[in-house]
Every structure is written in C-alpha cells, then in structure tokens.
C-alpha cells in the first residue's frame, strides 16, 4: 500500500525527522492539509529544498506560524513564486528581516497585496532598495501609515 501523507494527523507531522520531510516527493507536499502545513515545525522547513517549498499552496504557507516563518532562509523566500508571496498573512510579513525583504524581487515586491505592505515596518521598507520601492503601486504607497513614510525618508 503506497504512503499517503493525508493519512497523518497534525501531531505525526510535526513528529517527522528531518529525514523523512527530505524525503517527501513535491505531491506529498502539494497535498499537506492547512492544519499538517500549520504543524510543520522550523527546523522541518529549513530542512526543505527551497524549490520544493514553491509546491505550497498559498492556504498551506497562511497557515505555517510565525515561528516557521521567522526562521525561513533568505534563499526559501526569494523561491517563493510571486502568488506564495501574496499569500503570506500580514502577521507573517511582520517577522520577515529588512534583509530578507530586500533579498525580495521585484515581482515580488510587486505581488504584496495592500494589507501586506501597510504590515511592513520602516525598518523592513528600510531594507528595500530604492528601485524596489520604485516599484511598488500605487495603492500599496496608499496603503503606507505615516510611520512607514516617515521610515522611509529616514532609510532612503
């Protein structure tokens, strides 16, 4: 009977070595339920192949903690395609490092969503080149609190 990954509950995921998440084919981490992507744990995640993580769905990336998150590497999240990007919680751009962010490409940039960029703090904005922020549209500069604008003449 071959393995089914939708067979484990939360807990057994979570419960996984290193070893066996590496050994995960993309179909398995393609059919991760919100709940099993929400128990990943950091180290299960650093332990993935950056281009491995682009099979998640944006509902299975929502819904991996901030801890997960926080702990990505930078070369995870600059293999992130555009609309993974997108579907990062505005709690979970929080956590990301103004390196991390300006390690960001520019469709990537471009693909956070207004709430996302209103998340961002100065000090992140501070970690986007000036050609990044070039970028952004015009409802995302709408979306910039006056701290945010304020950071930015400070950084930039």
């Not at 066996?20 to 993309?26: C, E, K």
């Not at 179909?27 to 950091?42: H, W």
């Amino acid at each position: 009977m071959p393995f089914s990954i939708s067979t484990l509950t939360p807990r057994q995921i979570a419960g996984l070595s290193t070893t066996a998440i590496v050994s995960l084919q993309t179909t398995d981490i393609a059919a991760l339920s919100t709940s099993q992507a929400a128990a990943l744990t950091a180290v299960q995640v650093n332990a993935m192949e950056a281009a491995d993580l682009q099979f998640l769905a944006t509902t299975q990336i929502a819904a991996l903690s901030t801890a997960v998150v926080s702990h990505l590497l930078t070369l995870q999240i600059q293999n992130f395609l555009d609309t993974q990007i997108a579907g990062f919680t505005a709690t979970q751009v929080g956590v990301l490092t103004a390196t991390e962010i300006g390690a960001l490409s520019s469709s990537e940039v471009q693909a956070f969503t207004t709430t996302q960029t209103n998340a961002l703090t100065a000090r992140q904005l501070g970690g986007l080149t000036t050609t990044a922020l070039g970028l952004f549209s015009a409802a995302q500069i709408g979306a910039l609190s006056t701290t945010q604008l304020q950071g930015l003449t400070t950084a930039h």
